[in-house]
């Protein structure tokens, strides 16, 4: 993906007027864009593009990692070591053991030859670090699963950035949210081989080109695809956050901020899908675009 220079100029001379609900493409609009979006590298992407392995962990085995062939989860980085050491599943904590001699240390920066580390209310362990390579243990359901990353890893020094459609006012919308009693809980696709579920807390409605649409919603943060989705955009669909309504329920909806997600940039990333409810049966020719597909 090319880095994205954007067009000010361009943007100013065809996009500063308003659209209908009053939002326009602006110089203070283009100033806080670039700020929330950090070139690209916003949404957590530092860490997905540090990302170098992901792995089921099995019970009762040594679950030993690193580049040599005779380990359980064999790690593709040349400069790791041959074997970081060994995790041991426990009931709701793991035990990871050194290699003899590999120096790990904790967050605190502390060093460790044997530690257990207990899984936090979101599923994770602390990291654990050697030189440049840190990991974690994470836990989806009664399974757990090794993730491994590379602090300098080429795929972060090399990232160009992200394409995207001109910014435009067309799809910026103010929507109004009504909540779920009581929010709900179902399964939603996923990246991965077992079963993930998303807690949707309501719905956000808002009028394109006369029609009305609605999205479910997640706090803050949509699931969604559209017309473009395999042909513009990624296939599976993006995301988009928003903020909190209004006291009236109003939410700021801009797709100009739609963004891809995790899995397009590491196969060690773990993504969640829109529902089929949030389709949206027409192009949204805003947000992040995928070059390749």
Request: net charge negative; charged share 25%; aromatic share 14%.
């Amino acid at each position: 993906m090319r880095r994205l220079l954007f067009p000010f100029l361009c943007i100013l001379q065809f996009s500063c007027q308003p659209n209908e609900a009053g939002f326009a493409i602006d110089e203070d609009y283009l100033s806080e864009f670039e700020k929330k979006t950090e070139g690209g590298l916003a949404y957590n992407r530092p860490y997905y593009l540090q990302l170098i392995s992901f792995s089921k962990l099995e019970p009762m085995t040594a679950n030993r990692f690193g580049t040599a062939s005779d380990n359980e989860h064999i790690i593709e980085a040349t400069n790791a070591p041959s074997t970081f050491g060994s995790i041991e599943i426990l009931q709701d904590s793991i035990r990871f053991s050194a290699t003899k001699g590999l120096v790990v240390k904790t967050e605190e920066d502390s060093e460790v030859e044997q530690i257990t580390l207990p899984f936090d209310e979101l599923g994770n362990t602390a990291d654990l670090y050697h030189g440049s390579f840190s990991w974690r243990v994470v836990a989806y359901g009664q399974d757990k699963y090794l993730r491994v990353r590379d602090l300098e890893s080429p795929a972060l020094k090399n990232f160009p950035g992200c394409k995207r459609f001109d910014l435009t006012s067309d799809f910026i919308f103010r929507a109004q949210f009504t909540p779920f009693d009581p929010p709900r809980v179902v399964t939603v696709p996923s990246s991965v081989d077992f079963e993930r579920t998303a807690t949707f807390i309501g719905t956000l409605s808002f009028e394109y080109k006369d029609k009305n649409y609605t999205l479910d919603v997640q706090d803050g943060h949509i699931m969604f695809s559209d017309e473009t989705s395999a042909l513009q955009t990624y296939g599976s669909g993006r995301y988009l956050k928003f903020d909190e309504p209004d006291e009236d329920g109003t939410v700021i909806l801009d797709f100009n901020y739609a963004y891809n997600p995790p899995c397009i940039f590491s196969k060690y990333t773990t993504c969640l899908f829109p529902p089929p409810q949030n389709r949206l049966p027409f192009e949204v020719l805003a947000g992040e675009i995928v070059e390749e597909l």
